[in-house]
């Protein structure tokens, strides 16, 4: 059965059978998950439960830009889920226009991850991780940073929030505070569950006819020695950001892919530093979290800076064992820098291997996943929550 259909069955149905004639119990409201027999649900941190009035809450406030300094900022500004939550944009932009240092990451399976972002190796949990969009002031994205009690105080003089909350945390009498808003959001975004692409249902699924010839070559060239993909990108995620016994400083997640090596000098854009701005080691210059690939075709452009605008460019880079890049304060020969990981050797592929891989990374892409309703704007078209929303351009 398609997830689309399991999630939105689940939440219709839970809502309706949970009209609980006793004290309200979070049993009672609770959310069951429904996976395929090839995957475990996400780990869920023991401070907090699913439940469907969370998931639901946690929806509400993920598309509402009043949660933002100049009311035109919501996550959906930089997560759109019809491009498997990214923003299409090269680098995040908040409130005010003030553009951002990174690229807005997709949120596929994003419950799976054990460090979130490109290369904070403390940001173990979707509760934690929440706070930075909405209080972070390097940069700003929704630039709520000392306003915190006006925020709690718009939220509970809502008439929505006010029964939302109750519903969602009835324990805590329905207070809306920083415990309640981050649990209430990652409860949502723990639900995006993304496995029924063409490879899925292929792989795991045992439908023959699911991938075309050019994917399922692209498969073999993608696990090969020669291309080394799938020793960084592995697993039903296709990335090496896993749970592991060193959890949660999973370093062994971040990789230098030899983007940069500005003036030979093994420096990466003052900006992005990666790994290296958390532990300050000089080994850890240009370290990055190896990203998921699901529905990588959705989500250019590509890199933690959005610096490789396609697939084919992306595959250019790997081939080349790095990316050099001619002149400006940036030139320099990435393939050189010290910290490159031994795994991108480069490799001469031809034109039917590169359509190939393409066709490969294509077939990650999930349709009901970028339609499902159970993830869609729940607010009402002239609702403030959405009303002077700046979204990023819609797809062509
Ligand atoms: C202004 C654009 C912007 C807004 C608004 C925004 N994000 Fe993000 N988001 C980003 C960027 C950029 C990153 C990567 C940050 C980094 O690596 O340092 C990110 C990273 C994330 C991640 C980590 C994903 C991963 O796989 O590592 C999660 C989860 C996330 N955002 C959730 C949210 C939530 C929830 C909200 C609303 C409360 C939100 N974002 C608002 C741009 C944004
Ligand atoms: C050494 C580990 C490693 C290997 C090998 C590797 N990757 Fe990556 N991949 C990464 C890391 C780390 C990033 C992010 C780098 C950054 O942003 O600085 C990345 C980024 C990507 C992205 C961009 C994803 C996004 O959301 O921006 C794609 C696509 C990709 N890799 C595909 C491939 C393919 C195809 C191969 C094989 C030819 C490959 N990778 C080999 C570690 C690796």
Redesign the pocket.
């Known amino acids: 059965m398609q997830l689309r259909h399991v999630l939105a069955g689940t939440l219709a149905g839970l809502t309706a059978a949970a009209a609980p004639a006793a004290a309200v119990d979070l049993d009672e409201l609770g959310f069951r998950w429904q996976m395929p027999a090839w995957l475990a649900a996400p780990p869920v941190p023991d401070d907090t439960e699913m439940s469907v009035a969370r998931v639901e809450l946690g929806r509400h406030l993920f598309y509402d830009a009043r949660l933002s300094a100049d009311g035109t900022v919501a996550c959906v500004s930089c997560h759109v889920q019809e491009r498997a939550f990214t923003d299409g944009r090269a680098l995040a932009v908040g409130v005010f226009d003030i553009e951002g240092t990174r690229?807005a990451?997709?949120l596929a399976n994003v419950g799976y991850n054990p460090a979130l972002t490109?290369a904070n190796p403390h940001a173990g949990t979707l509760e934690f991780q929440s706070l930075f969009p909405l209080f972070g002031t390097e940069p700003v994205e929704m630039g709520m940073a000392g306003r915190e009690a006006e925020l709690f105080a718009l939220l509970e003089e809502d008439p929505y929030y006010a029964e939302a909350f109750a519903n969602a945390f009835p324990e805590r009498g329905g207070t809306v505070d920083l415990f309640t808003l981050t649990r209430a959001l990652g409860a949502f975004q723990r639900t995006l569950i993304s496995v029924d692409s063409p490879y899925d249902r292929f792989k795991y699924g045992g439908d023959e006819t699911a991938l075309s010839d050019a994917a399922r070559r692209g498969e073999q060239l993608?696990f090969d020695h020669r291309?080394?993909?799938y020793?960084?990108?592995l697993g039903v995620m296709f990335t090496d950001n896993l749970q592991t016994a060193r959890s949660p400083f999973v370093e062994t997640a971040?990789?230098n892919?030899g983007?940069y090596n500005l003036g030979g000098t093994g420096s990466y854009p003052p900006t992005a530093q990666?790994l290296a701005e958390f532990t300050g080691r000089v080994r850890d210059v240009?370290r990055?979290?190896?990203?998921s690939?699901r529905n990588?075709a959705v989500?250019a452009p590509?890199?933690?800076?959005g610096s490789i605008a396609t697939?084919r460019e992306?595959?250019a880079h790997?081939a080349a064992g790095g990316r050099t890049i001619e002149d400006g304060p940036y030139a320099g020969v990435g393939a050189d820098h010290p910290n490159k990981?031994a795994?991108?050797i480069g490799f001469d592929p031809t034109e039917a291997e590169i359509a190939d891989?393409i066709a490969f990374?294509e077939s990650l892409t999930d349709e009901s996943f970028l339609t499902n309703p159970a993830y869609a704007d729940p607010w009402p078209a002239d609702h403030p929550a959405r009303a002077s929303r700046a979204m990023p351009e819609a797809m062509n």
């Open positions: 690229n990451p997709g490109w993608f291309f080394e993909c020793h960084c990108h971040f990789h892919t983007l990666g240009g990055f979290r190896t990203p690939l990588v989500t590509y890199m933690h800076d697939l992306v595959i790997y990981s795994l991108l891989l990374l």
